[in-house]
Nanobody
């Protein structure tokens, strides 16, 4: 059974930082493209960042220069370092794995508010 478990979300003030983790089980993430998506209530789920099996990266324009995605294949884990957080970053953040199948985590809430 494949599981992606996100952690590290929470409440943070504008300008603050959070580090999200996505721990995978049931798959070995090495060949997978791993991504972070987010969704606000009433809005479509959007791609925030993706890291390929070759560690190439993609970022949405809204997070470029503020967020960094990374992967530790030895730990079967993907990270999203989020700096200079803004209120518009508030959303549920989901981990995603694509290769031999498409898998999703259940999400972790990030709230940016003073």
């Amino acid at each position: 059974q494949v599981q992606l478990v996100e952690s590290g979300g929470g409440l943070v003030q504008p300008g603050g930082s959070l580090r999200l983790s996505c721990a995978a089980s049931g798959i070995i993430i090495n060949p997978y493209a791993m991504g972070w998506y987010r969704q606000d209530p009433g809005k479509q789920r959007e791609l925030v960042a993706r890291i390929g099996s070759d560690s190439s990266t993609y970022y949405a324009d809204s997070v470029k220069g503020r967020f960094t995605i990374s992967r530790d294949n030895a730990k079967n884990t993907v990270y999203l370092q989020m700096n200079s957080l803004k209120s518009e970053d508030t959303a549920v953040y989901y981990c995603n794995a694509i290769w031999a199948g498409i898998y999703w985590g259940r999400g972790t809430q990030v709230t940016v508010s003073s």
